[in-house]
Structures are given as structure tokens and as C-alpha cells.
């Protein structure tokens, strides 16, 4: 079962952010299926680190958009996704020290951000880029 279906309230009118925002949900709900079946510490690890340098590298390319566009909320849409990546690495280290992975946890965390975040964040960025 899929963790984060694409719906076109998730685009932003930008072919380049848009392949990428599909692309990071494909990559999310393949690695929530890893996870679940994940037998070693360092295949978690693997998985979740795989997730946060990509949603990274996706929000360079949105930030690098964002300020060549002199975007007026940048600031608010960066610090958004500093929180997301946060969390993630918080998690991240909590299963590192731990040894304890919470599926649901993550799963509620990237569900919430993606569903908040397009509606929120990416939304208002689609009207200016588009």
C-alpha cells in the first residue's frame, strides 16, 4: 500500500520540480516498503538516508528556483523545509542510538509535511512560477 499517492495538488506548474516532487513520492513509499521488511539496523539506516539526500537535493533545486525568482517567501518556505529535513535526521539519529524505528512515526511525519507543505508552501510558489 502506498504511503503517499500523487494528486496534482502536488504540483507546481514547473516541469523540473514537479518530475522530482513525483519522483521523491515514488522513492518514499518504495522505501516504506523496504522498511517494512528491513532486517538489518544498516538497511534502515541506508533507507532513510537515501530519503533525506534526495528530498535535500530536491529543495536546493527549489530554493535555487526561488531565489533566481526573487520569491517574497522564501525565507518561510526554507525554514519549512529545514524543519522537514530535522525531523527526518532526528529520527534518523533516534534509531541510530536506539536501534528503534518507528515506521509510523515516519510515515506520519512525511505524509503530514507532503500534504501541509504542497498546500501551503508549494501552492503559493506554483502562482508565482507559473
Not at 28 to 55: C, D, Q, W
Request: overall charge negative; aromatic content about 10%; glycine content about 4%.
Amino acid at each position: 500500500m502506498a504511503l503517499i499517492n500523487w494528486s496534482e495538488k502536488f504540483s507546481v506548474g514547473v516541469r523540473s520540480v514537479d518530475h522530482e516532487h513525483r519522483e521523491l513520492i515514488e522513492l518514499i513509499n518504495a522505501t516504506h516498503e523496504k522498511l517494512l521488511g528491513a532486517e538489518s539496523p544498516g538497511a534502515v539506516l541506508e533507507f532513510m538516508g537515501e530519503i533525506y539526500g534526495r528530498i535535500a537535493a530536491h529543495f536546493a533545486l527549489e530554493e535555487r528556483l526561488m531565489r533566481e525568482k526573487n520569491y517574497p517567501h522564501y525565507a518561510e518556505h526554507k525554514t519549512d523545509h529545514e524543519r522537514l529535513l530535522d525531523d527526518i535526521r532526528e529520527i534518523m539519529d533516534d534509531y541510530e542510538d536506539k536501534a528503534y524505528f518507528d515506521e509510523q512515526q515516519l510515515a506520519e511525519r512525511l505524509h503530514a509535511w507532503f500534504s501541509r507543505h504542497f498546500q501551503d508552501h508549494d501552492a503559493r510558489l506554483h502562482r508565482v512560477l507559473a
